[in-house]
DNA sequence: TAGATTGTTAATCGATTAACAATC
DNA sequence: TAGATTGTTAATCGATTAACAATC
């Protein structure tokens, strides 16, 4: 029988990230540890033997895991080995680097190709990908079955990128703009607000002023 | 008496979305109420409530608050007012968008100086800035003042790169490499993990195929 | 006044942490 | 065997949501 997807939101960001610290010790540690790994990334012992066992349960009293062994669960359950396609909308800065960024891959993530509205930036390439017009967007997310889409546009443009997203059949979104998109029921919006973490760390400098 | 900074680490992150969402309609919405916001945004307006109340307790019953007060309030909680001088190293894609990024201004950032390790790189500009050499780094922090520092190298550099920042009297860490950064007890680390992010968008999209 | 809206107090929910039994 | 380590069950903690009283 099948165990439930009983993962938490949490727990599914962490993942990737002892995933990561997994492939950098890998061949130097054949076996590791809850307690080992939470210790490198600093976070609690049980919380990671946790969260490892709801993708794993190959740990064994007193050895661990078998490095590659949980390298091997990690990237089946994150679906590492499948790709996944996406377009990304809005080629600034922003999207050019993301574009050129070559560390999605290792999670199954492949922009398959980048759009703007801007004739100014058509035609353009950004990490080896030429940048086309919206007009081309329907086309390409059909051809390629994209249902992930990237939007890197200024805020005023993003609501608009994102309702075009949306009937090419995208089902999530990775928002980098800094607004709210209202989505239809089904479609999973992932605001990456660089507002926000600023807004943490800047109290924390603020907090520390007047602090005890 | 000053009340006692209760806002927890999650009404922090919204914050910043509530003032932006209060700037695009200013003018045209002279009062505001809770639930107006929440709708627009998504949340849940007790929430909101909530959430405002913990930085400005100028709402009133049947009217809502002012617009221009609330924003007001929300710019003096967050600081924007106050400039905060930041550094930021690792002045490849990523480095450079943000660097270009003229909204952080919005929230009192400033980055004062780029750096780069890479001699390729050192003396070109990106966002009106010359990209220096890290021997100029604690010269640089010392005469800003400089408490926060932004990591945009790729993950191999990162902690190294974390610790001439600490050396330095950084006290805040912006790191958007993929990787996990020891620092000393007082200094604040701020994730920005993109891993993490695409870990749930894929999850959403796989959870569907099987999905009920 | 009546009703919309605020702000607060209590209930729920979910995630983290602690305690402990199982096992190699 | 003894002890390290896993995995599970219970306790704690924090944040969200619901219920309700206060008020303009």
Redesign the pocket.
């Known amino acids: 029988m099948v165990r439930a997807n009983t993962v938490?939101?949490?727990?599914l960001r962490?993942l990737p990230l002892y995933l990561h610290y997994l492939k950098s010790v890998r061949g130097a540690l054949p076996r590791?540890?809850?307690?080992?790994?939470a210790d490198a990334l600093g976070?609690?012992?049980?919380?990671?033997?946790?969260?490892?066992?709801s993708v794993?349960?190959?740990?064994?009293?007193?050895?661990?895991?078998e490095t590659e062994e949980l390298i091997a669960d990690l990237e089946l359950y994150l679906g590492c080995d499948s790709r996944t396609p996406a377009v990304l909308i809005g080629a600034g800065n922003l999207g050019r680097a993301l574009l050129s960024y070559g560390g999605f891959s290792d999670y199954g993530l492949e922009i398959v190709a980048a759009f703007d509205s801007s004739d100014a930036v058509v035609g353009t390439t950004a990490g080896k990908k030429t940048v086309m017009g919206m007009d081309k967007l329907r086309t390409i997310c059909e051809e390629n079955g994209v249902r992930l889409g990237i939007i890197t546009v200024p805020a005023a443009g993003a609501q608009s990128a994102c309702d075009k997203l949306v009937e090419c059949g995208v089902k999530a979104i990775w928002n980098f703009a800094p607004t709210t998109l209202k989505v239809p029921h089904g479609v999973l919006v992932e605001n990456e607000n660089l507002a926000s973490s600023l807004a943490v760390l800047s109290k924390h400098l603020t907090g520390e002023d007047t602090g005890a």
Do not use: E
Not at 43 to 53: A, I, P, T
Not at 56 to 65: A, C, E, L, M
């Open positions: 938490s939101i949490q727990t962490r590791i540890s809850a307690t080992v790994l976070f609690n012992d049980v919380q990671v033997r946790k969260d490892l066992g794993s349960g190959n740990g064994r009293p007193k050895k661990g895991y």
